[in-house]
T-cell receptor, first 114, second 111 residues
């Protein structure tokens, strides 16, 4: 019930292409969906987050698409650059109830090639 | 740089020992979170404190404990260490319950 499934496990994209990472969840109580980027040896860095009252949120080259009925959300990275090569994690939590306990997906290793 | 600091950066110890990991949140943040990252378990939530009080708890082992002090820094205590406790331990902070900003982590190696 608490699991967040993330795919693909790894992704290779050409420079300038679009990277797409998908996540699915089961717990309908989740109401907060952030994406994190992690470089080797570093902590996860918050990229962008969405609440279920909107279907899309864009910040620069990063866009989250959210489908509440399908219980799915995805990250699109437009004009992918070699500097985007990192591991990306989706996450979900329930903000109601007092805490913000993030449940993470298993991660996607993105490599952007020249 | 997220503004969250963690010490030490690396820790090597033996099975059965006890260690303390320290975290200082971003200025103004009242919530502190602890996560464990390992190859087999991924990123797992351990515990959240808000202004000194426990707010949420994950699958934290009984051998592990945490606290948040009046100056808002937090410590994670790991005791009776086992080989399987080797992992990266991250602290994150947020103003209350919102966007979490992660520190650089402490890499724990149990030999």
């Amino acid at each position: 019930q608490q699991q967040v499934k993330q795919s693909p496990q790894s992704l290779i994209v050409q420079k300038g292409g679009i990277s797409i990472i998908n996540c699915a969840y089961e717990n309908t109580a989740f109401d907060y969906f952030p994406w994190y980027q992690q470089f080797p040896g570093k902590g996860p860095a918050l990229l962008i987050a969405i609440r279920p009252d909107v279907s899309e949120k864009k910040e620069g080259r990063f866009t989250i698409s959210f489908n509440k009925s399908a219980k799915q959300f995805s990250l699109h990275i437009m004009d992918s650059q070699p500097g985007d090569s990192a591991t990306y994690f989706c996450a979900a939590s329930t903000l109601r109830g007092g805490g913000n306990k993030l449940t993470f997906g298993t991660g996607t290793q993105l490599k952007v090639e020249l | 740089d997220s503004g969250v600091t963690q010490t030490p950066k690396h820790l090597i110890t033996a099975t059965g020992q006890r260690v303390t990991l320290r975290c200082s949140p971003r200025s103004g943040d009242l919530s502190v979170y602890w996560y464990q990252q390992s190859l087999d378990q991924g990123l797992q939530f351990l515990i959240q404190y808000y202004n000194g009080e426990e707010r949420a708890k994950g699958n934290i082992l009984e051998r592990f404990s945490a606290q948040q002090f009046p100056d808002l820094h937090s410590e994670l205590n790991l005791s009776s260490l086992e080989l399987g406790d080797s992992a990266l331990y991250f602290c994150a902070s947020s103003v209350v319950n919102d966007e979490q900003f992660f520190g650089p982590g402490t890499r724990l190696t149990v030999l």
